[in-house]
Nanobody
């Protein structure tokens, strides 16, 4: 079982910055993709940004040029640097990690794990 620990959310004024972190723990052999999603009240969860093991990134149009996703492969950690924050960025942010791990019986298994969510609130 792979567990994710998120940190870095909080309250910030419009135009400010926050940095989110998410570390993956468990019997991990390989992480293929890491990403950040968000869900605002009354809205569906949406992809914010993702990054592959090779470093290829993908961003939602609404955050391009303001947010940057990065990863530390040695620490199984993904980051989201959020600059020029807007009130519409207010949401619960969830990290997602997908890859290959080991079961308790040492069999290979694909995994797709989610963090507990961290609140980001941007005031106007």
């Amino acid at each position: 079982q792979v567990q994710l620990v998120e940190s870095g959310g909080g309250l910030v004024q419009a135009g400010g910055s926050l940095r989110l972190s998410c570390a993956a723990f468990g019997r991990i052999l390989r992480i293929n993709r890491m990403g950040w999603y968000r869900q605002a009240p009354g809205k569906q969860r949406e992809l914010v940004a993702s990054i592959t093991s090779g470093g290829s990134t993908n961003y939602a149009d609404s955050v391009k040029g303001r947010f940057t996703i990065s990863r530390d492969n040695a620490k199984n950690t993904v980051f989201l640097q959020m600059n020029s924050l807007k009130p519409e960025d207010t949401a619960v942010y969830y990290c997602m990690v997908a890859g290959v791990g080991l079961t308790p019986g040492n069999a290979l298994t694909d995994f797709d794990s989610w963090g507990q969510g961290t609140q980001v609130t941007v005031s106007s």
